[in-house]
Every structure is written in structure tokens, then in C-alpha cells.
């Protein structure tokens, strides 16, 4: 990673897999989720992860190919299993395909650009994408981790409250911006500090 003076990076790929990575989820199963269907958060968290991979890892091949595929408005459901949240290699990436109105090409030619990407020095936390999670979270709600229908912007804004400030302050970037801000006296960016 490239650094550059007053540019601050997220511990992980976005603010929700910040927000993912920690307690907050355990304080959101333990109020939406079901006891008796979640055995381990932790295992929860395992689960989510392993299912964001393959959506992650296509995203980067998009990015990295100059693809131009479209995952927004991408309906989780036609190719998530609601009772193991396994992802279906061939319909996700059909599913990406038709909703960017792409032809799509050879589908072992897609897995292997993926396989070719893949390595276990990737930190998961790095190549899922927060919303992916959060919508497979939509999905596991209902059945595997309990059995709720919440929409996606009311699982994100729940999250967010279930995230505390000390979750922050144990972050990267916040230590990043408290580095910058020691360097900057004249800016005070968290009035609590």
C-alpha cells in the first residue's frame, strides 16, 4: 500500500468490515440472531467471510481486467443457499454478468482468473467488500443465523450503533489520525481525546 501524507486507510476493506471485525456483530446476533442457531459468533463471522471471498475476489478480477462489472442492485438471493449460506460459483457469476450486461465469457476461464488471485497471505478482511457481507448477513438472518427479514440499510445502521467508540480506538486509523493530529496541533479531529 502506497502511502500518502493526509490520506488515512482503513484497518480493512471498508468501514463495515471494520465494523464486521468486531464485538458489534456479537451485540447485533445477540439481539437479531437466534442463540440456538448461532453455536459460536465467531464461527459467524468465519461464515460470512467464506462466503464474501469468491464475490471479493471477482471484484478485484474486474478491477484488475478492466472489466467494468456491475454488483450494485446484485440480488444476493439467486445464487446464496439461505440454509448454509454457500454461494454458487456459476450463478454468482452469471448473476454479475447479466446484471452488467456483459456477455459472459468461458466460466472455467472466470474461476481461473479468480484461482490465480487467490493466496493465503490475502487477509479476507481485505478482500471482502462490507456490503457483500452485509447482504449475505440479510440472508442468514432469515434462516441460518435466525429467523428475521431485516432489510440491508437497517442491518448497516444497526451495526453502526452497536459500534463503539473504543472499537475505534483500538483501530489503525485511529491511530493514524491521532499521529497526523499530533503533527497538526492546530486541528483537533475527535473532540472526546
Known amino acids: 500500500m502506497i502511502k500518502k501524507d493526509n490520506l488515512f486507510y482503513t484497518d480493512t476493506h471498508d468501514i463495515e468490515t471494520m465494523i464486521l471485525k468486531t464485538s458489534a456483530l456479537n451485540n447485533f446476533l445477540n439481539e437479531f440472531g437466534s442463540l440456538e442457531k448461532i453455536n459460536n459468533i465467531n464461527n459467524a463471522r468465519n461464515i460470512l467471510l467464506e462466503a464474501g471471498l469468491i464475490i471479493g475476489y471477482l471484484r478485484w478480477v474486474s478491477e484488475k481486467k478492466k472489466l467494468f462489472l456491475k454488483f450494485k442492485e446484485l440480488e444476493f438471493r439467486d445464487f446464496i443457499d439461505d440454509e448454509t449460506l454457500d454461494v454458487d460459483d456459476e450463478k454468482f457469476i452469471n448473476a454479475v454478468f447479466t446484471n452488467s450486461n456483459i456477455q459472459r465469457p468461458d466460466l472455467d476461464d472466470i ?48 451495526l453502526r450503533l452497536a459500534y463503539e467508540y473504543s472499537f475505534f480506538k483500538a483501530t489503525m486509523l485511529y491511530n493514524e489520525i491521532m499521529k497526523w493530529e499530533g503533527s497538526n496541533n492546530q486541528y483537533k479531529i475527535f473532540k472526546n481525546d
Open 111 to 158: 474461476l481461473n482468473l479468480i484461482d490465480d488471485l487467490k493466496n493465503d497471505s490475502h487477509d479476507p478482511w481485505q478482500v471482502c467488500c462490507g456490503h457483500d457481507l452485509i447482504n449475505i448477513l440479510e440472508i442468514g438472518l432469515k434462516s441460518f443465523f435466525g429467523s428475521k427479514m431485516i432489510p440491508p440499510d437497517t442491518i448497516e445502521r444497526s
